[in-house]
């Protein structure tokens, strides 16, 4: 498992490092802020990696996932000279980005409890990064009406999980007893992802000032969060299987 994860976290910092040098047309980012949205993926995958060797339980282990995919999504896709592998990639690329929404809805769902998530509830969320992953291989020879409808589709379903995560997550905080939300960091764990959330929603309203992307940094926030949460003792908690 070790070895596996390892080699995971290994192809994360080379997509990073490729798609930094070659970027993909299908990804509007500012050239100032190439790098730091590059550097902001690999805080996401180093806080995963972290928590998972501190405390490998079946919280960090959705979390590590949950990180990986978030840690491709900042930072962008790999663009090459070829409008069907570009597409390809890209293809990838939201697969793996939904993951990572999926992930932190898991990881909602099943922190702070004991049990697992049932299996319809599983593929339910990951079933968007699935039908990413597997319209990657035609996506190059896909009408542009049909990519158009896959690409929106699979970004407004990753949008949906991440905010059902914090909702969860709001939830678990305000029905939860105050013993099992001190053991748990559940008011740490959601004013990191509440806090982020509002200040990129201030900065896209015009609410903020300089550039309204350059905002997404504070995003680096939530896994320092999670991080913090998932690695503090935590009396009480079972860690079961997923």
Known sequence: MRLWI????AGVIFWRVVAYWSPSPFIATPDSLR???ALLGLLFLACGVWT????????????????????????GAIGTSHRGPDLTLFFLYLGLSAVGSAALLHLACIYPRSGSLARGWLAAFYAPAAAALVLAGPAGRAPEA??????????????????????????????????TRRSARLTLIFLGLAAPFLVTLMAAGGFLPGEP????????????????ALTAARPGLTAGRA
Do not use: K
């Open 35 to 37: 790098l730091p949205f």
């Open 146 to 179: 049909v990519i158009g409808a896959a690409v929106g589709g699979v970004l407004i379903a990753t949008e949906v999980l991440a905010i059902g995560a914090g909702v969860i997550f709001l939830w678990r905080l305000l029905t939860s007893d105050a013993l």
């Open 52 to 75: 998972w060797l501190l405390q490998p339980d079946r919280f960090s282990h959705v979390f590590l996932v949950y990180s990986m995919g978030t840690a491709v999504h900042w930072g």
């Open 213 to 228: 992307e350059a905002w997404n940094l504070v995003l680096g926030v939530i896994p320092i969060c999670l991080a913090l």
């Open 6 to 9: 390892l080699t995971a976290a």
